[in-house]
């Protein structure tokens, strides 16, 4: 992610008619009161000269239902070839939209109206790759509770990604004992000299090596879409898995 990419005018129209044309599943990020994240599902149903028609947000993941507010802020996100496609926008109101069911008879649903963005940006999809941290490199990550902010662990990067990382744990060292989706916070320092990137995360699972029982923990970056500084973020750790790549490519020849 080195020069940031926008669609805009004919392009931003043509990526909203190519989302509702092929149904594309388009991904919702909000900010709770709690200052919590929660994630929804949805589709474009019409795109109209300043709105967009969605489905009503489907919950993701077991959260809580969507609750829409009038002038509520949303990141919106689709993948379009090798484009992850992102805009921010707020909610109009909730209605309703006739459309035709899967038996051919027309129904009502509830729908979402949002407005139309001006610019997407696109980001290469293979940001969203994971990437190794190269052999030798020690990248510690100190992750916590939000609702348990005291209550401190530390791993090392396996590999990063803008989609998220893994953290491998001391064998014997204290794990969280969080059920899936728990969010938290992640600090750490991708190269020598940086500033630390803080960032919010949903904790997905903890796995083991066969071999021994090492504890790997998977986080899921969430929220980084819908502020400016969020997605600064995005794009310092794109330009650090580029780093990686290239010392891993270099690693792997030189033992050639």
Known sequence: MRKRKFATGTE?????????????????????????????K?????VQERRLVISMPNPHDGVCPMEPAPNQEIAVTFKKGYNKCLFVSRIISQSQLEVEGENG????????IIYKPEQIEKIQRRAYD????????????????????QERFQGFMLNLSAGGL??????GQATPAWESDQQCELQFVALPGQEPIIAHARYRHTTH????????LGFQFIGLELSEQGRNTLRRIGRVTTVYDRR??????SRR
């Open 12 to 40: 931003c129209d043509s990526l909203l008619g190519s989302a509702l044309e092929k149904k594309m599943p388009l991904t919702i990020t909000k900010k709770c009161i709690d200052n919590n994240w929660q994630v929804y």
């Open 42 to 46: 949805s589709h474009v149903l019409l």
């Open 105 to 112: 008879e027309r129904e009502l649903v509830p729908v979402l």
């Open 130 to 149: 994971r990437t190794n941290v190269p052999s030798g490199e020690d990248v510690t990550v100190s992750f916590w509770s939000v609702s348990r902010p």
């Open 166 to 171: 893994a953290v491998s744990m001391p064998i």
């Open 209 to 216: 090596t066969e071999q021994d029982a090492q504890p790997f």
């Open 248 to 253: 891993n490519y270099s690693s792997q020849h």
